[in-house]
C-alpha cells in the first residue's frame, strides 16, 4: 500500500500526518506550541526553536512500518503560494523534509500552508474536486481572506486572494480579547465555551467594518476592550467577538458570491471551527433567500494541520503533477 507523508509546522502548530492513497488518515500527530499566560503569541524566533525541537517527538510517533510504505512526501514551505511568502517557522518542516528526501530518495512536493488548510477543507466535501471553481474562506490568527480558487495549471489549486483583512486576522482579535479576559493563548475554544453559556440573543453588538475589497478588525478590537472595561460579562463579550467575525464574513461572502456568480463556499482555517459563527452563516448565507452552499472542514481539520499536506502529496504522486 502506497502511504504519503505531509509536514506542516505553521505559526503555531508542529504536524505530522500520513494518508493513503484514498485520502484516509492513517495517522495525524499534532503538537501546539506553548505560549506562556497573557501572552497574546510568539517571536518567530521562538515558535521556530519550538518547532525544531517537536518534529523529532513526533516522527516518533508514527506506527511501525509507515515510513517504509511512503511514496511520497509534501510540506508546507510557505504561507500562500505567491511569489514573496515567507515565515521563518516553515524552514523547520521544510528543512527536516529536505532531509528526508534526499536521504531515502522519496519525491518531495513544496506547497503553501493555505493549499494545505484547503485540501484539508476538501476531505468530506469531495465534489468540491470536480467543480473548475469555488470561493473559499480562510480565517485563522495568521490569515483572514477571501478567496477564487480554480482548478490549478500549475498544481492542484490557484488562489486568487478577492478581499483581506486590512489590519488584524480574525484569529488575532479572538485571541487578543481572550487575553485580556485571562484566557489561555490560543483563546478561541475557552471563549467559545464562555458565550455557549450564555442566552445568545443577549449580547452587545459590535460593527463590522467592511469596505469594497477589504474588512477590518482593530475596530473591533477597540469596542471589545472596551466593553470588558465596562464591565460586560466575559462571556457576552466573547459571544459579541463571535457574532462581528459572522457578520464581516457574511457581507464578504455576499459580495465575493455577486462578483463571481458562484454559489459554492468552503471555510477553512482555525476561526471556522467555532461552531457559532457555523451556524449563524449557514442559517444566513443558506437560507433560501441567499442560496449559498456552505461547505466546512471538520473541526479538527479546520486548525492547523498536516493532513490536507499529506492529502495533496496523495494527488500530486497519482497525477504526476507538481507545484
Same mark, same amino acid.
Given at each position: 500500500?502506497?502511504?504519503?507523508?505531509?509536514?506542516?509546522?505553521?505559526?503555531?502548530?508542529? =504536524?505530522?500526518?500520513?494518508? #493513503?492513497?484514498?485520502?484516509?488518515?492513517?495517522?495525524?500527530?499534532?503538537?501546539?506550541? @506553548?505560549?506562556?499566560?497573557?501572552?497574546?503569541?510568539?517571536?518567530?524566533? %521562538?515558535?521556530?526553536?519550538?518547532?525544531?525541537?517537536? $518534529?523529532? !517527538?513526533?516522527?516518533?510517533?508514527?506506527?511501525?512500518?509507515?515510513? @517504509? *510504505?511512503?511514496? &511520497?512526501?509534501?510540506?508546507?514551505? !510557505?504561507?500562500?503560494?505567491?511569489?514573496?511568502?515567507?515565515?521563518?517557522?516553515?524552514?523547520?518542516?521544510?528543512?527536516?523534509?529536505? &532531509?528526508?528526501?534526499?536521504?531515502? +530518495?522519496?519525491?518531495?512536493?513544496?506547497?503553501?500552508?493555505?493549499?494545505?488548510?484547503?485540501?484539508? +477543507?476538501?476531505?468530506?466535501?469531495?465534489?468540491?474536486? &470536480?467543480?473548475?471553481? !469555488?470561493?473559499?474562506?480562510?480565517?485563522?490568527?495568521?490569515?483572514?481572506?477571501?478567496?477564487?480558487?480554480?482548478?490549478? *495549471?500549475?498544481?492542484?489549486?490557484?488562489?486568487?486572494?478577492?478581499?483581506?483583512?486590512?489590519?488584524?486576522?480574525?484569529?488575532?482579535?479572538?485571541?487578543?480579547?481572550?487575553? &485580556?479576559?485571562?484566557?489561555? !493563548?490560543?483563546?478561541?475554544?475557552?471563549?467559545?465555551? $464562555?458565550?455557549?453559556?450564555?442566552?445568545?440573543?443577549?449580547?452587545?453588538?459590535?460593527? =463590522?467594518?467592511?469596505?469594497?475589497? =477589504?474588512?477590518?478588525?482593530? +475596530?473591533?478590537?477597540?469596542?471589545?476592550?472596551?466593553?470588558? *472595561? %465596562?464591565?460586560?460579562?466575559?462571556?457576552?463579550?466573547?459571544?459579541?467577538?463571535?457574532?462581528?467575525?459572522?457578520?464581516?464574513?457574511?457581507?464578504?461572502?455576499?459580495?465575493?458570491?455577486?462578483?463571481?456568480?458562484?454559489?459554492?463556499?468552503?471555510?477553512?482555517?482555525?476561526?471556522?471551527?467555532?461552531?457559532?459563527?457555523? *451556524?449563524?452563516?449557514? #442559517?444566513?448565507? @443558506?437560507?433560501?433567500?441567499?442560496?449559498?452552499?456552505?461547505?466546512?472542514?471538520?473541526?479538527?481539520?479546520?486548525?492547523?494541520?498536516?493532513?490536507?499536506?499529506?492529502?495533496?502529496?496523495?494527488?500530486?504522486?497519482?497525477?504526476? +503533477?507538481?507545484?
Amino acid at each position: 500500500m502506497k502511504l504519503y507523508l505531509g509536514i506542516d509546522t505553521s505559526a503555531y502548530t508542529t =504536524s505530522l500526518a500520513v494518508v #493513503d492513497g484514498d485520502y484516509n488518515i492513517i495517522c495525524d500527530h499534532r503538537r501546539v506550541l @506553548e505560549v506562556k499566560q497573557g501572552e497574546k503569541g510568539l517571536q518567530q524566533s %521562538e515558535a521556530l526553536f519550538q518547532h525544531l525541537k517537536n $518534529l523529532p !517527538f513526533l516522527f516518533v510517533q508514527l506506527p511501525a512500518g509507515v515510513t @517504509e *510504505q511512503v511514496a &511520497a512526501m509534501a510540506v508546507s514551505a !510557505f504561507p500562500r503560494n505567491v511569489e514573496g511568502s515567507y515565515m521563518p517557522v516553515f524552514t523547520a518542516g521544510l528543512s527536516q523534509a529536505q &532531509a528526508l528526501s534526499s536521504y531515502t +530518495g522519496t519525491p518531495l512536493f513544496l506547497l503553501s500552508h493555505q493549499e494545505g488548510h484547503i485540501m484539508a +477543507g476538501i476531505k468530506g466535501n469531495e465534489e468540491l474536486m &470536480a467543480k473548475n471553481e !469555488f470561493i473559499a474562506c480562510h480565517f485563522s490568527g495568521g490569515t483572514s481572506e477571501i478567496l477564487l480558487v480554480r482548478r490549478g *495549471q500549475k498544481g492542484v489549486f490557484d488562489i486568487e486572494i478577492t478581499m483581506t483583512g486590512s489590519d488584524l486576522h480574525a484569529g488575532q482579535l479572538v485571541d487578543r480579547v481572550g487575553v &485580556a479576559m485571562g484566557l489561555p !493563548f490560543p483563546a478561541g475554544k475557552h471563549m467559545e465555551e $464562555l458565550a455557549l453559556k450564555l442566552n445568545q440573543d443577549k449580547h452587545p453588538a459590535i460593527p =463590522s467594518a467592511v469596505k469594497e475589497n =477589504s474588512f477590518s478588525f482593530s +475596530g473591533p478590537e477597540t469596542c471589545a476592550l472596551k466593553l470588558l *472595561q %465596562e464591565g460586560e460579562p466575559a462571556g457576552a463579550v466573547a459571544s459579541s467577538v463571535f457574532r462581528v467575525i459572522a457578520n464581516t464574513l457574511e457581507k464578504c461572502l455576499l459580495k465575493a458570491a455577486e462578483k463571481s456568480g458562484l454559489r459554492e463556499v468552503l471555510l477553512v482555517g482555525g476561526v471556522m471551527a467555532n461552531t457559532l459563527i457555523r *451556524q449563524r452563516l449557514l #442559517d444566513r448565507l @443558506e437560507h433560501p433567500s441567499v442560496g449559498l452552499k456552505l461547505y466546512f472542514a471538520e473541526p479538527h481539520l479546520s486548525t492547523d494541520n498536516a493532513v490536507g499536506i499529506a492529502m495533496l502529496a496523495a494527488y500530486l504522486d497519482a497525477s504526476g +503533477g507538481g507545484s
